[in-house]
């Protein structure tokens, strides 16, 4: 059988598989090379929706190529702007929402998501939740300003009225070099 516990991103994965069915709304607050919009479109569907955020053109340029060589475009809005401004694009209630934070692996890796739009969006995101809707935030903080934007995001977090929301951690909590962790956030 195969390993279900690999990385930060793989649960992430299984999340979403249990989450979200055809007709749904989502959201991919940093879209980065659009695998994780690839992923949500999917299995939205065609009557479904899928809203995905990033502040580079490139990462929205190479996401829509992605997503039209799989012929999922149509379910999907690009959006280059900051994810601290969602609720400007989107009138919809979220069935799920996903940010992965750090630097695109593949680009500028100066270009990271920051605490203060970081904790903006995650907001705005769990504003606009159904209820049952679920919010990921895959955290990797190896990297210099990871640290900081992972305690900011945790204090907040942490802080959430547990009426209102459940708060889970996932991590690995015996592997070296900060490996990349998840929260998962549902709304009650
Ligand atoms: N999920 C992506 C993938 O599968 O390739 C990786 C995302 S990458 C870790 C983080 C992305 O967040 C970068 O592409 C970066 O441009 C974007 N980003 C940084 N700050 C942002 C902001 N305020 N709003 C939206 N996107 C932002």
């Known amino acids: 059988s195969k390993r279900l516990l690999t990385k930060a ?3 992430a994965k299984h999340v979403i598989d249990i989450k979200l069915q055809k ?3 989502a959201v991919d607050a940093t879209i980065g090379n659009g695998n994780d919009t690839l992923e949500l479109a999917k299995r939205v569907g065609s009557n479904g929706k899928v809203y995905g955020f990033d502040i580079q053109k490139v990462a929205i340029d190479s996401s829509k190529e992605l997503l039209e060589k799989n012929n999922l475009l149509d379910r ?3 959006i280059c702007d900051s994810h601290e401004r969602i609720s400007e694009y989107i009138n ?3 069935d799920l929402a996903i940010f992965n934070l750090g630097y695109l692996p593949s680009g500028d890796h100066s270009i990271i ?3 203060n739009t970081t904790l903006k969006g995650i907001e705005s995101v ?3 939740l159904k209820e049952n809707g ?3 935030v895959v955290v990797y903080y190896g990297h210099s300003g990871g640290k900081e934007e992972k305690i900011a995001v945790e204090k907040y977090l942490n802080k959430l009225d547990q009426r209102k929301f459940t708060v889970m951690k996932m991590d690995f909590i015996n592997q070296i070099n900060n490996p990349p962790f998840i929260f998962c956030i549902e709304k009650i």
Request: hydrophobic content about 45%; cysteine-free; proline content about 5%.
């Open 9 to 11: 991103t793989d649960l």
């Open 23 to 25: 007709g749904m709304t």
């Open 76 to 78: 999907v809005e690009l």
């Open 92 to 94: 919809d209630k979220i």
């Open 113 to 115: 998501t920051k605490p």
């Open 126 to 128: 769990l504003y606009s």
């Open 134 to 136: 679920i919010l990921i």
